[in-house]
């Protein structure tokens, strides 16, 4: 059932209860914006690699819906969490990794 509420709130619109989720699963989060760029909203979001953010920050960043997305940043927070961002999938596949 975890999953089911899971979806209703990504279906709702409850980015706030979607991004205290992801921490509850030990990552941490970044507010984007909304724009599809994945760019950060917030000036100074590299601090949140090495720290989660505060119930205030979550809720500041997220408190109104549709204000922006949640992006997961790598590092220490995140349990290490590393994130390889490909633009071209030659580049992928030069690393000698088969995906199936």
Not at 51 to 65: A, H, S
Request: proline letters at 5%.
């Amino acid at each position: 059932m975890v999953e089911c509420a899971f979806t209703e709130m990504i279906a709702t619109g409850n980015t706030l209860a979607v991004a205290k989720s992801y921490i509850a699963l030990g990552l941490s989060i970044i507010p984007v914006k909304a724009d599809g760029s994945k760019t950060p909203a917030e000036h100074g979001w590299r601090e949140f690699t090495t720290r989660l953010p505060t119930d205030t920050e979550l809720q500041g960043w997220f408190g109104t819906q549709g204000h922006c997305g949640i992006g997961i940043p790598g590092g220490p927070a995140s349990g290490n969490l590393v994130v390889l961002d490909f633009k071209k999938w030659l580049a992928f596949t030069l690393l000698g990794w088969n995906v199936d």
